[in-house]
């Protein structure tokens, strides 16, 4: 397919930006007829995906999208980092590495948490900036946003990406109410300005959809009469199906950049059709830069019989939801809201918690922006008022966290005293009084680190393994534990990767790998061994590879599960039986055997649902027993630790 030598002259390649710099490039965005489009691909599959679209599939598609001409595709960031690890689908530099290699001439995005980076809380500085060096090797353009749009979160990852001269896009977080006004958000370009320089694009992101699309015009109106030079990128999410809408008010009003995804793969909470957009925008006169039209319908015209593969991980509420306009949960966040709906068994009150609770606890907290980790917060705090039936009452640490101040000052207002009562107990005002002020995580050992990672992996390290194990440290020793033991099961097909049922004897498939090749992988014999589990034969390329599976021994009894109160377990811990109170997952252990702990003192930090959660010690005494360590999955009632009274 031959691509219009007027469309090649108006593209921006990753050379453009090695070779000429990012002065270039912004100019060349500025005097360019017209706007550029960014692929989201990123935010397609974590918004109505659950992050689960394969390697596999963004392969199948990369020759397509490299020719359509984006000014970038956001291929990597958010939580995409965490669940290609979690997933075992596959490690994520390796994925930005063969991706790049397979679409040269397109910019590569990513969404960054500020401090957060791509994780959920506070990360140190020196981490901070190892990790921007590590994935800008690969990553061209740089969407920075912190939750309370507060800038000197986003200072660090400013000037690693500069020193980087990668294409830096700081983010104002766009919401909606009486304190989000144009002048506002016009003073908060101005605050960003002083720290980076001109020299940037300039991000609104609308993570919920929120507003109307003459609320979305005025707003890059209002930004750009006052910094007439920035080059605006305008984000947003189509969960009331109105997003176009958005995005042709932004344009008309002088955005150069928008978003959107490949028609084929969108659903509902995720970017709008990239095709509808090209066409009603033409249609006003306004060009597409760049951008070939047929290399956009042969990527969806790939990616449909694709998509059936996925169904199970689309949204259990389907259609579009006006009402996000009420509770402002971002589109990220709604289909993993869903899922633990749908696994905790309380779905059916998800229209009271979104509609009812979650709209209250967003005005009653401050008002501020429901996005990572904010909406974490916000959607955990609503859900435990409706489902314990009492308002703030064992608030997550999160929560208590930003009520502290730790995260930045609340922008617009702090909740009323009695929601600190009701979070801190009586005593919450001297607890204010003396700890109230912004988090300043210390910088770590990165070399101790990397010893405990090799320690547990029982071999030597790489960096990027290590950048990734400062990240999400359990569940990235699990992935490389995986990987060690099963390859590089990222070329198989989701056909494969997510069939139900799993696979009869006999059965032969055919498989392509990144590079193109045929493959013939058939499910051979299968024998006992004298322990009773099974070995199968997988012929691979017609060689036999043998595969041990542990069966469990017909006629034995499951192992009870133990079924505990809060109260039995509050009341174990008085006598230092430390039991843990939720489902989740061993973050930290701060104690070791021997230690001498005192009351109030943390002793285990367990993970759950994107937000940390500490055990404290009831009582003085010595740590005897420790029954759990970092990684290891926990119930309700789980024995974590015993303490021996003093």
Same mark, same amino acid.
């Given at each position: 397919?031959k691509?219009?030598?007027?469309?090649l002259?108006e593209r921006?390649s990753p050379?453009?930006?090695?070779?000429r710099?990012?002065s270039?490039? $912004?100019?060349k965005?500025?005097?360019?007829?017209?706007?550029?489009?960014?692929?989201?691909e990123?935010?397609?599959s974590?918004?109505?995906?659950?992050n689960?679209? #394969?390697?596999h599939t963004?392969l199948?598609?990369a020759?397509?999208?490299?020719?359509?001409?984006?000014f970038?595709?956001?291929?990597?960031?958010?939580?995409s980092?965490h669940?290609d690890m979690?997933?075992?689908q596959m490690?994520?530099l390796?994925?930005?590495?063969v991706?790049?290699?397979n #679409?040269?001439?397109t910019l590569?995005?990513t969404l960054?948490?500020g401090? %957060?980076?791509?994780g959920?809380?506070?990360?140190?500085?020196?981490v901070?900036?190892?990790t921007?060096?590590?994935f800008?090797?690969?990553v061209?353009?740089?969407r920075?946003f912190d939750?309370l749009?507060?800038?000197?979160n986003?200072?660090?990852i400013f000037?690693?990406v500069q020193k980087a001269?990668?294409?830096?896009?700081?983010a104002i977080?766009?919401?909606?109410?009486?304190?989000?006004?144009?002048?506002?958000?016009?003073k908060?370009?101005?605050?960003?300005?002083e720290?980076?320089g001109p020299?940037?694009?300039?991000?609104i992101?609308?993570h919920?959809g929120?507003?109307?699309?003459?609320?979305?015009?005025?707003?890059?109106?209002?930004i750009l009469?006052?910094?007439p030079?920035?080059i605006?990128?305008?984000?947003?999410?189509n969960?009331?199906?109105?997003d176009?809408?958005?995005?042709?008010?932004?344009?008309?009003?002088g955005?150069?950049?928008?978003?959107?995804?490949?028609?084929?793969?969108?659903?509902?909470?995720?970017?709008p059709p990239?095709?509808s957009?090209?066409?009603i925008?033409?249609d006003?006169g306004?060009?597409a830069?760049?951008?070939d039209?047929?290399?956009?319908?042969e990527?969806s015209?790939k990616?449909r019989?694709?998509?059936?593969y996925?169904r199970?991980?689309?949204?259990?509420?389907?259609g579009f939801d006006?009402t996000?306009q009420?509770h402002k949960?971002?589109?990220?966040?709604?289909?993993?809201?869903?899922?633990?709906?749908?696994?905790?068994g309380f779905?059916?009150?998800?229209?009271?918690?979104l509609?009812?609770e979650?709209?209250?606890?967003h005005?009653?907290l401050?008002?501020?922006?429901?996005?990572t980790?904010?909406?974490q917060?916000?959607w955990?705090?609503?859900a %435990?008022n409706v489902?314990?039936g009492?308002?703030y009452?064992?608030a997550?640490?999160?929560?208590? %966290?930003? #009520?502290l101040?730790?995260?930045?000052e609340?922008?617009f207002y702090?909740?009323s005293d009695d929601?600190?009562?009701?979070?801190?107990?009586p005593d919450w005002?001297? #607890?204010?009084?003396?700890?109230?002020g912004?988090?300043?995580v210390?910088d770590i050992?990165?070399s101790?680190e990397?010893?405990?990672?090799e320690?547990?992996l029982?071999?030597?390290?790489s960096?990027?393994e $290590?950048?990734?194990?400062?990240?999400?440290?359990?569940?990235a020793?699990?992935f490389?534990k995986f990987?060690a033991?099963f390859g590089k099961t990222w070329v198989?097909p989701?056909?494969?990767w997510f069939?139900k049922g799993?696979?009869n004897?006999g059965?032969?498939?055919e498989?392509l790998? /990144?590079?193109?090749k045929?493959?013939?992988?058939e499910?051979?014999?299968q024998?006992?061994?004298?322990?009773?589990d099974?070995?199968?034969?997988?012929?691979?390329d017609?060689?036999s590879?043998?595969?041990?599976?542990?069966?469990?021994?017909?006629g034995?009894a499951?192992e009870r599960k133990l079924?505990?109160?809060p109260?039995?377990?509050?009341?174990?811990a008085l006598?230092g039986?430390?039991?843990?109170?939720?489902?989740?997952t /061993?973050?930290?252990?701060?104690v070791?055997?021997g230690d001498e702990?005192?009351t109030?003192q943390i002793?285990?930090i367990l993970?759950?649902m994107?937000?940390?959660?500490?055990?404290v010690s009831?009582?003085?005494?010595?740590v005897?027993e420790i029954?759990?360590?970092?990684g290891?999955?926990?119930?309700v009632g789980t024995p974590?630790?015993?303490?021996k009274?003093e």
């Amino acid at each position: 397919m031959k691509i219009p030598e007027k469309l090649l002259e108006e593209r921006i390649s990753p050379r453009d930006l090695k070779e000429r710099g990012v002065s270039f490039v $912004l100019e060349k965005i500025r005097r360019t007829a017209g706007y550029y489009l960014t692929n989201t691909e990123r935010d397609l599959s974590q918004s109505d995906f659950k992050n689960r679209v #394969m390697p596999h599939t963004q392969l199948l598609v990369a020759k397509e999208r490299n020719d359509a001409g984006y000014f970038s595709i956001e291929i990597t960031g958010g939580a995409s980092i965490h669940v290609d690890m979690l997933r075992k689908q596959m490690n994520p530099l390796e994925k930005l590495e063969v991706l790049s290699a397979n #679409m040269p001439d397109t910019l590569f995005q990513t969404l960054c948490r500020g401090i %957060n980076l791509f994780g959920y809380r506070p990360y140190p500085e020196n981490v901070i900036r190892l990790t921007v060096r590590s994935f800008a090797r690969y990553v061209h353009v740089w969407r920075v946003f912190d939750f309370l749009n507060f800038v000197p979160n986003m200072v660090p990852i400013f000037e690693e990406v500069q020193k980087a001269g990668c294409l830096l896009e700081p983010a104002i977080c766009f919401s909606t109410g009486p304190e989000h006004t144009d002048d506002f958000y016009v003073k908060k370009v101005g605050e960003i300005l002083e720290v980076t320089g001109p020299e940037i694009l300039l991000g609104i992101k609308n993570h919920g959809g929120l507003g109307t699309p003459r609320r979305i015009g005025r707003l890059v109106k209002a930004i750009l009469n006052a910094h007439p030079e920035l080059i605006v990128h305008y984000h947003g999410h189509n969960t009331d199906g109105a997003d176009i809408g958005r995005i042709v008010e932004a344009v008309q009003n002088g955005a150069k950049i928008v978003n959107a995804g490949d028609h084929a793969f969108t659903g509902f909470y995720g970017p709008p059709p990239l095709l509808s957009v090209i066409d009603i925008l033409d249609d006003l006169g306004y060009h597409a830069a760049g951008l070939d039209r047929q290399a956009v319908i042969e990527t969806s015209n790939k990616l449909r019989p694709e998509r059936e593969y996925y169904r199970d991980f689309e949204s259990q509420f389907l259609g579009f939801d006006p009402t996000v306009q009420t509770h402002k949960l971002p589109g990220g966040a709604t289909g993993s809201s869903f899922e633990q709906a749908l696994k905790g068994g309380f779905l059916h009150r998800m229209p009271e918690i979104l509609q009812t609770e979650l709209p209250r606890v967003h005005v009653e907290l401050g008002n501020w922006w429901s996005v990572t980790p904010g909406s974490q917060i916000l959607w955990t705090t609503a859900a %435990n008022n409706v489902l314990k039936g009492k308002r703030y009452k064992d608030a997550t640490d999160d929560l208590k %966290n930003l #009520m502290l101040g730790r995260y930045g000052e609340f922008p617009f207002y702090r909740p009323s005293d009695d929601i600190y009562e009701s979070v801190f107990g009586p005593d919450w005002k001297r #607890m204010v009084d003396e700890e109230y002020g912004i988090q300043k995580v210390d910088d770590i050992d990165l070399s101790v680190e990397k010893k405990v990672l090799e320690h547990r992996l029982g071999r030597e390290a790489s960096e990027d393994e $290590l950048v990734l194990y400062l990240q999400h440290p359990n569940d990235a020793v699990d992935f490389f534990k995986f990987e060690a033991k099963f390859g590089k099961t990222w070329v198989l097909p989701p056909r494969i990767w997510f069939k139900k049922g799993g696979f009869n004897l006999g059965e032969k498939f055919e498989i392509l790998d /990144v590079f193109g090749k045929l493959h013939i992988i058939e499910i051979g014999t299968q024998r006992k061994t004298k322990t009773g589990d099974a070995v199968t034969y997988m012929l691979i390329d017609h060689h036999s590879q043998p595969i041990l599976t542990e069966m469990e021994i017909e006629g034995t009894a499951k192992e009870r599960k133990l079924q505990l109160t809060p109260k039995e377990i509050d009341a174990l811990a008085l006598s230092g039986d430390i039991r843990s109170h939720i489902t989740g997952t /061993v973050n930290e252990i701060p104690v070791s055997e021997g230690d001498e702990v005192s009351t109030g003192q943390i002793l285990v930090i367990l993970e759950a649902m994107k937000m940390l959660n500490n055990v404290v010690s009831d009582l003085n005494g010595q740590v005897s027993e420790i029954f759990v360590g970092p990684g290891d999955k926990v119930e309700v009632g789980t024995p974590l630790l015993m303490i021996k009274k003093e």
